[in-house]
C-alpha cells in the first residue's frame, strides 16, 4: 500500500494545447528592455528546437492541430527592426511567424511605451509590412493605439477593433482574422466584440491551457533573460516550469508601468497624441 502511494505516478501533464511563443523586440542593440531578445539567440533558440524534432508551424495551424511538438512563433507590437532580421531566419529555418501590429503607429516610433523616453524604437512602415506579409508573414491586429481594451468606452473599443483590422486589410490585401490583446488584458465585453468584428483567434499573455476557447488563447512569453532551456521547460512543463511560469508573470506585470504611464499622461496631451494619429 505504502509503495503504491510512494511509487504512484504522477499524471502526465497534459500538453495539448496549442503552443503558441510571443517575442517583442529582437534587436542585436543592447537594450533595458526585457522584452528584447536578440537575433543571434532566436537563431540558437530555433537551431534548439530543430535539433529536439520540434515543428515551427504557422499559427492558425498550430491553434487547430494542438500538435505536442508544433511551435507557432509570434511577435507582439510590430518593431521595424523585424524587417531586417526575420527574413533570413525565416529562411535558414522554414517558417511563418506571425507579427501583431498597432496600427496606429505603423512607421511611428513608440511613444505608447515607457521604454520610448529611453530609447524611441520605431515600428514597422506599410511597405515593410507588405513585403513582410509577401515573403509568408501572417499580420495580426494588436489595437490602433495600444490600449489597455477593458478600460475602453463602447465606441473607442469598437474603432480600436473594426479600424485596426482594415488598416492591416488595406495594406496586406488579405483578411486578418488574428486579434493580440495590448498588455494581454481582456475581458467578457472585448471578447464578444472582437468577434463581433470578425477576429477569429485572440490571444492573451497567460500561459496556454488545454480549456482555452479561441477568443482567450494563451501563449508563452520569451524574455531577454530566458535560457534555451527555460523556454524548454515553459513550452513543455518540466520540472522549473512553476518557477519559470513565476518569472514570466512577474515581468509581465512590469508590462503595467505603461498603463500607469499612460494614465498620468496630461489629458491635453493625450489629445494632441489623438489628432495626430
Ligand atoms: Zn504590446
Given at each position: 500500500?505504502?509503495?503504491?502511494?510512494?511509487?504512484?505516478?504522477?499524471?502526465?501533464?497534459?500538453?495539448?494545447?496549442?503552443?503558441?511563443?510571443?517575442?517583442?523586440?529582437?534587436?542585436?542593440e543592447?537594450?533595458?528592455s526585457?522584452?528584447?531578445?536578440?537575433?543571434?539567440?532566436?537563431?540558437?533558440?530555433?537551431?534548439?528546437?530543430?535539433?529536439?524534432?520540434?515543428?515551427?508551424?504557422?499559427?492558425?495551424?498550430?491553434?487547430?492541430?494542438?500538435?505536442?511538438?508544433?511551435?507557432?512563433?509570434?511577435?507582439?507590437?510590430?518593431?521595424?527592426?523585424?524587417?531586417?532580421?526575420?527574413?533570413?531566419?525565416?529562411?535558414?529555418?522554414?517558417?511563418?511567424p506571425?507579427?501583431?501590429v498597432?496600427t496606429?503607429?505603423?512607421?511611428?516610433?513608440?511613444?505608447?511605451?515607457?521604454?520610448?523616453?529611453?530609447?524611441?524604437?520605431?515600428?514597422?512602415?506599410?511597405?515593410?509590412?507588405?513585403?513582410?506579409a509577401?515573403?509568408?508573414?501572417?499580420?495580426?491586429?494588436?489595437?490602433?493605439?495600444?490600449?489597455?481594451?477593458?478600460?475602453?468606452?463602447?465606441?473607442?473599443?469598437?474603432?480600436?477593433?473594426v479600424?485596426?483590422?482594415?488598416?492591416?486589410?488595406?495594406?496586406?490585401?488579405?483578411?486578418?482574422?488574428?486579434?493580440s490583446?495590448?498588455?494581454?488584458?481582456?475581458?467578457?465585453?472585448?471578447?464578444?466584440?472582437?468577434?463581433?468584428?470578425?477576429?477569429?483567434?485572440?490571444?492573451?499573455?497567460?500561459?496556454?491551457?488545454t480549456?482555452?476557447?479561441?477568443?482567450?488563447?494563451?501563449?508563452?512569453?520569451?524574455?531577454?533573460?530566458?535560457?534555451?532551456?527555460?523556454?524548454?521547460?515553459?513550452?513543455?512543463?518540466g520540472?522549473?516550469?512553476?518557477?519559470?511560469?513565476?518569472?514570466s508573470?512577474?515581468?509581465?506585470?512590469?508590462?503595467?508601468?505603461?498603463?500607469?504611464?499612460?494614465?498620468?499622461r496630461?489629458?491635453?496631451?493625450?489629445a494632441?497624441?489623438?489628432?495626430?494619429?
Amino acid at each position: 500500500m505504502l509503495a503504491k502511494l510512494v511509487y504512484k505516478k504522477r499524471p502526465r501533464p497534459l500538453l495539448f494545447y496549442p503552443k503558441v511563443l510571443t517575442f517583442h523586440k529582437m534587436t542585436p542593440e543592447f537594450s533595458f528592455s526585457s522584452t528584447n531578445y536578440s537575433p543571434r539567440r532566436f537563431d540558437r533558440l530555433l537551431a534548439f528546437f530543430s535539433e529536439r524534432s520540434i515543428k515551427l508551424t504557422p499559427l492558425e495551424k498550430t491553434v487547430t492541430e494542438k500538435g505536442e511538438r508544433a511551435l507557432a512563433v509570434t511577435f507582439d507590437d510590430g518593431y521595424g527592426h523585424l524587417a531586417h532580421y526575420l527574413p533570413p531566419l525565416m529562411e535558414r529555418f522554414d517558417f511563418r511567424p506571425t507579427i501583431f501590429v498597432i496600427t496606429g503607429f505603423i512607421g511611428r516610433a513608440n511613444s505608447w511605451d515607457y521604454t520610448y523616453f529611453i530609447r524611441p524604437t520605431p515600428h514597422l512602415d506599410r511597405k515593410q509590412i507588405r513585403v513582410l506579409a509577401d515573403n509568408g508573414v501572417t499580420f495580426g491586429s494588436h489595437g490602433h493605439r495600444h490600449r489597455d481594451m477593458t478600460a475602453c468606452s463602447p465606441a473607442v473599443l469598437k474603432a480600436e477593433l473594426v479600424d485596426s483590422k482594415k488598416a492591416l486589410e488595406d495594406i496586406i490585401g488579405r483578411e486578418v482574422t488574428a486579434l493580440s490583446y495590448p498588455f494581454g488584458r481582456f475581458n467578457r465585453r472585448v471578447l464578444e466584440e472582437a468577434r463581433t468584428a470578425g477576429y477569429r483567434l485572440a490571444f492573451t499573455m497567460d500561459f496556454p491551457e488545454t480549456a482555452d476557447e479561441n477568443m482567450s488563447l494563451g501563449r508563452i512569453p520569451v524574455y531577454g533573460f530566458d535560457s534555451r532551456l527555460a523556454v524548454f521547460q515553459k513550452i513543455f512543463r518540466g520540472p522549473l516550469y512553476e518557477m519559470e511560469k513565476l518569472k514570466s508573470t512577474f515581468t509581465h506585470r512590469l508590462a503595467a508601468g505603461t498603463i500607469i504611464l499612460n494614465k498620468i499622461r496630461s489629458r491635453r496631451k493625450l489629445a494632441e497624441t489623438d489628432k495626430s494619429l
